[in-house]
Structure formats: structure tokens, C-alpha cells
């Protein structure tokens, strides 16, 4: 079956440094691939989608890259703030997978002032 | 408002008891899942739904039921808790293949 890994330490960097969190999976390669922020207490909250096809993707100060000979996705937040402090979530649709998602643990950032 | 109302928020209970948590949303979207989230693990699919008419079987069903009550109204229950059962579910929301999920805030359950 698919299996995601996500580092299971946490990431701590200084404020304005780049983050880099990794998602790396197993056997077949996902129609596309999400990333989630989850603050404690709260649901996860959607932050970008890439598509096999597409090699990166960003949205202001966030950067997700896809290489599926690797098989890893890259999420990189620059420019870093204490505010970004959460756990990251990865989470990967495989073909025909109807949106049923398949979630990694998560990464936890804590960003340093 | 949020879009995805779970209650309760938080509930302790005793092995054996039965127990209905809800969901309802207000964004329209005909798919609905639960989820179930345990430290160290990703979150795991339990039920999911595509409309009011259709029920699917999730990763991890055993133990759980779950009913759809209306397009905005998705319930999951537990008929006779037992201690592994706790953990912090999630019921979430999309609309369409390829879309973002949109999660409620969980409910904390403790089954003693």
C-alpha cells in the first residue's frame, strides 16, 4: 500500500531563514499532491495542491516542488516567522483515488524569533 | 460562523457506551469524511461520502458507523466504545475530484 514519510523531528530555524520540510512516498506516483498546516487544536487547513505534471508551485512566501522520479515533495517556506510555527501535513491522492487522501504524520516548524 | 461545525468538542466516555459525533457544513459540498488522528500517525480515513445516497468504507471502518442525514449533515458513531478508540476525529468536507479538503476543528474523544 502507499506509504507517505515525513520527518518525524521537528524543524527549528531562525526567523527570516528558509524552511525546507520533505514528503517522501513509496510506490506508485499520486495524481497530485497537498500540502496542510494544523495549529494545535485546529483541523488541518489547506495551503497548496501540485499536480504530477507540474515540477513546483508557489503562493507568496510558500514553494512546493514535485519530482516523481525522486518521488519527494519539497515545501519550502522563505523568510520565515515565529507565526509560522505549526505542524506541516502532506497528503497524496493516487490515481483514480476519488479525493481520498492519504496523510503523512507531519512535520512540526518551530520558527525562532 | 465556520464552515465545518464538529460536536462535541471534547468527550470522555466509558467502554462500552455508545456514541454519535456530528458534523454539519455550510459550504455546499456534496463529498463528506471522517478521519481519525492518533500521535505519530497521518490521519487516517474512516467513512467518506459522495452524495446522500452513498456510504464507502474508509482504511479503517471496523468499529464505526456512520450516517448521512442531508447534504450538510454527516454523523459517525461509535456502538460500543472501546479504549483504542481514542483519538481526535476529524470530519471534513470537498467538493469535486482534485479539491482541497476543508476540516472542522475535531473532537477530542477519551474512552476510559
Known amino acids: 500500500s502507499q506509504k507517505i514519510e515525513q520527518n518525524s523531528e521537528a524543524l527549528n530555524i531562525q526567523e527570516g531563514k528558509t524552511a525546507t520540510l520533505t514528503c517522501n512516498y513509496t510506490?506508485?506516483?499520486?495524481?497530485?499532491l497537498q500540502w496542510y498546516r494544523q495549529d494545535p487544536g485546529r483541523g488541518p487547513v489547506f495551503l497548496l495542491l501540485i499536480r504530477e505534471n507540474e515540477k513546483e508551485k508557489r503562493k507568496e512566501r510558500l514553494k512546493v516542488t514535485f519530482d516523481t522520479t525522486l518521488k519527494q515533495s519539497l515545501f519550502h517556506i522563505t523568510a520565515s516567522q515565529p507565526a509560522d510555527s505549526a505542524t506541516y501535513l502532506c497528503?497524496?491522492?493516487?490515481?483514480?483515488?476519488?479525493?481520498?487522501?492519504?496523510f503523512g504524520a507531519g512535520t512540526r516548524l518551530a520558527v525562532h524569533p | 460562523d465556520a464552515d465545518v461545525t464538529q460536536t462535541p468538542r471534547n468527550r470522555i466516555t466509558k467502554t462500552g457506551k455508545r456514541i454519535m459525533l456530528e458534523c454539519s457544513q455550510t459550504?455546499?459540498?456534496?463529498?463528506m469524511y471522517w478521519y481519525r488522528q492518533d500521535p505519530g500517525l497521518g490521519l487516517r480515513l474512516i467513512y467518506y461520502?459522495?452524495?446522500?445516497?452513498?456510504?464507502n468504507k474508509g482504511e479503517i471502518s471496523d468499529g464505526y458507523s456512520v450516517s448521512r442525514q442531508a447534504q450538510a449533515k454527516f454523523s459517525l458513531s461509535l456502538e460500543s466504545a472501546i479504549p483504542n478508540q481514542t483519538a481526535l476525529y476529524f470530519c471534513?468536507?470537498?467538493?469535486?475530484?482534485?479539491?482541497?479538503?476543508?476540516f472542522g476543528d475535531g473532537t477530542r474523544l477519551s474512552i476510559l
Open positions: 471534513a468536507t470537498s467538493d469535486l475530484n482534485n479539491q482541497p479538503q476543508h
Open positions: 461520502s459522495f452524495d446522500v445516497k452513498d456510504i
Open positions: 459550504k455546499g459540498h456534496d463529498r
Open positions: 497528503a497524496l491522492v493516487p490515481p483514480g483515488g476519488y479525493n481520498k487522501l492519504i
Open positions: 510506490n506508485y506516483s499520486p495524481a497530485y
